[in-house]
């Protein structure tokens, strides 16, 4: 995606980073997919979809509990919507990367 046009993948050589600037705009790195900031990002990545299947047992769990209370629930959607957001990042990350 491009800041002109957000449904645009910027130019070949390009990964999308797994985060964002503290704005909330898309991080890219020029590589060649080696390197220490590419290997950074495979790693946060690999945590960041870890979690993700963590919350989701968690969030599992809850679901089965009667005693679960309104303010539990809401703090696990928040999460939940964090969690989501990476894992689109990620998948918009991968894809990208496999469109190369």
Not at 18 to 32: H, I, K, M, N
Not at 56 to 77: G, N, Q, S
């Amino acid at each position: 995606m491009t800041e002109e046009n957000p449904g645009e993948a910027p130019a070949t050589g390009l990964r999308l980073l797994p985060w964002t600037t503290v704005d909330g705009r898309p991080c890219y790195l020029s590589t060649d997919g080696s390197g220490p900031v590419s290997a950074l990002a495979d790693s946060v990545e690999e945590i960041q979809l870890g979690m993700g299947e963590e919350l989701l047992c968690h969030a599992r769990a809850m679901l089965a509990d009667p005693k679960a209370t309104d303010v539990e629930f809401r703090y696990l959607a928040r999460c939940l919507v964090a969690a989501l957001g990476d894992a689109l990042r990620v998948a918009d990350c991968r894809a990208t990367a496999a469109r190369r």
